[in-house]
């Protein structure tokens, strides 16, 4: 079945480049999604990749899809302190459109 | 505003209760699905409708019941037989032409 996981925590300085990373088992995904979820609250689209894309960049953010090794990053530049929150990678695989997600990376930014 | 609204967005049960979810979207999308969310553990698919007057289970279905009856509307009925129901709660849906889900802000249930 398909699975997707991330590393659990992560922490950067104020300014400094943050990159999450996620790893992903189902060769058919179709599209990969990185969502913010700040707490108490629902989930934020960031930005998503097509399955046949290799990067995609808006404004701070660069999602990176190695499609060989099943593996997508999410950079963030120039963290600001409003980026603390807990990221989730999101795939959707060919014949459903319900979403499996990651289990959520928190990143904490340092003033 | 177009969107999805959950209600309430704090609930508690007792334990041997049912409770009701709402899950209301004004974005004509097709699709509706719900999701539960422990600390750590991401997000995991409880049920999922793609059309009014159908739904299936998602993975983790079992001690929940769902309805779409009209398009706008999913509520989700957390039962008796749920045993661990103290978690966040979330509504999401998506169109035929939309590659991503829109999300409600949530519900977060609470056994007492």
């Known amino acids: 079945g398909e699975d997707v996981e991330q590393s659990l925590f992560l922490s950067v300085r104020e300014g400094d480049s943050s990159v999450i990373n996620c790893t992903y088992t189902?060769?058919?995904?179709?599209?990969l999604y990185w969502y913010k979820q700040e707490p108490g609250a629902g989930l934020q689209l960031l930005t998503y990749?097509?399955?046949?894309?290799d990067m995609k960049q808006d404004q701070r953010l660069t999602v990176l899809l190695n499609k060989k090794d099943k593996h997508l990053s999410l950079r963030i530049a120039d963290t600001q302190t409003g980026d603390s929150a807990i990221y989730f990678c999101a795939e959707r695989y060919r014949g459903r459109r319900a979403l499996t997600f990651g289990s959520g990376t928190r990143l904490q930014v340092q003033p | 505003d177009g969107g999805i609204t959950q209600s309430p967005k704090y609930l508690f049960r007792k334990e041997g209760q049912n409770v009701t979810l709402s899950c209301e979207q004004n974005l004509n999308h097709d699709a509706m699905y719900w999701y539960r969310q422990d600390p750590g553990q991401g997000l995991r698919l409880i049920y999922y409708s793609q059309i009014v007057n159908d739904f299936q289970k998602g993975d983790i279905a079992e001690g929940y019941s769902v309805s779409r009856e009209k398009k706008e509307s999913f509520p989700l009925t957390v039962t008796s037989a749920q045993k661990n129901p103290t978690a966040f709660y979330l509504c999401?849906?998506?169109?035929?032409?939309?590659?991503?889900?829109?999300f409600g802000q949530g519900t977060r249930l609470t056994v007492v």
């Open positions: 990749i097509f399955s046949n894309m």
């Open positions: 999401a849906s998506s169109g035929d032409r939309d590659t991503e889900a829109f």
């Open positions: 189902d060769s058919s995904s179709t599209y």
